[in-house]
Structures are given as structure tokens and as C-alpha cells.
């Protein structure tokens, strides 16, 4: 059994346009969101076995922001693949995940995560920046998902939440 949670970026800034995108930082509404979620996911006692993140400063903040809040202590692996990527790199970084991990996040980004969302649960929401999906495989083998052992289980973001800043 395979649990997978796919993190959109929080909120991230345009007020530098000089800045490629690669290097937008994260806005006033990120730095609120990123650790929000964090402390959600730590009062579900949420800890993956293994963090997998854009390299993309928006991602990578937070990713780093959300493993510290929930106490996550392994290296979070940046992989670039998951920064200028679409459906199909998404799933052949998913199905490469080395099976001694139960349970993985992945930080990235839209509209690759909705239509991964779309195709494996028909989950038809737009994620959110700083959104959260669960997804659970009834199998094995990460190489084994696919939409027929895919079951949607949770859809968390923080505008469910708070916002009234």
C-alpha cells in the first residue's frame, strides 16, 4: 500500500518581474500558508518516508518550511524533473520511487498536478497554492500505480481554514 501526497507551492511573489521563475520567492500569503499546512499536517502526525521536491524556490521554500514543521529529519531530494515537467515525468518520478517508502510527498506544481489529480481519481479541483491531495495505491510496487488501484482520500488547503488576512 502506497500513499502519496501531492503539495502545490504556496503562494509565491511577482513583485520582482527582473526575477526568472525559477526564482520567485515565496509572497506574505506563502509565508503564512506554508507554515499553516505544516502544522496541520504535524496534528495528523504526518511524517512521509520521503520528500521529493521542484528545485524551484517557491517549491523548495516550501518544502523546506512544511519538513521542518512536521519534524521530517532524512535529506529532501530536489529534483529538476519536477520543476518544467508534465503528466508523464510526473508519473515516471512517482513510479521510480524506491519501494521501501510507504508513504511520499512531492513538491511542485500546476496544472501538472491537476491533471495527475484528473487522470488517477478524476479529482476535478484545482489545487490550490500550498493545496494538499492524498492519494492511496492499493499496492506494492510504487512502478504498480495506476488509475484503477488509485483512491482519493483528502483534498486540504488553507483557504479551508483561515483567511481573513
Known sequence: MKTLYLIRHAKSSWKDLSLDDFDRPLNKRGKI????????LKGYEIVPDVIYS????RAKDTANIISEKIEYKKELIYDEKLYDFNFVS???????INNDNQSA????????F????DEYCEFY??????????LFFDCEKWEDISPTNCEFL????????????
Open 33 to 40: 500558508d506554508a507554515p499553516f499546512m505544516g502544522e496541520l
Open 54 to 57: 521542484s528545485p524551484a524556490r
Open 90 to 96: 510526473l508519473e515516471k518520478i512517482i513510479k521510480n
Open 105 to 112: 510527498f512531492i513538491f511542485g506544481h500546476n496544472p501538472t
Open 114 to 117: 491537476n491533471i495527475f489529480a
Open 125 to 134: 479541483e484545482n489545487i490550490p497554492t500550498c493545496g494538499i491531495v492524498k
Open 154 to 165: 483528502e483534498f486540504e488547503y488553507p483557504k479551508k481554514y483561515l483567511h481573513k488576512i
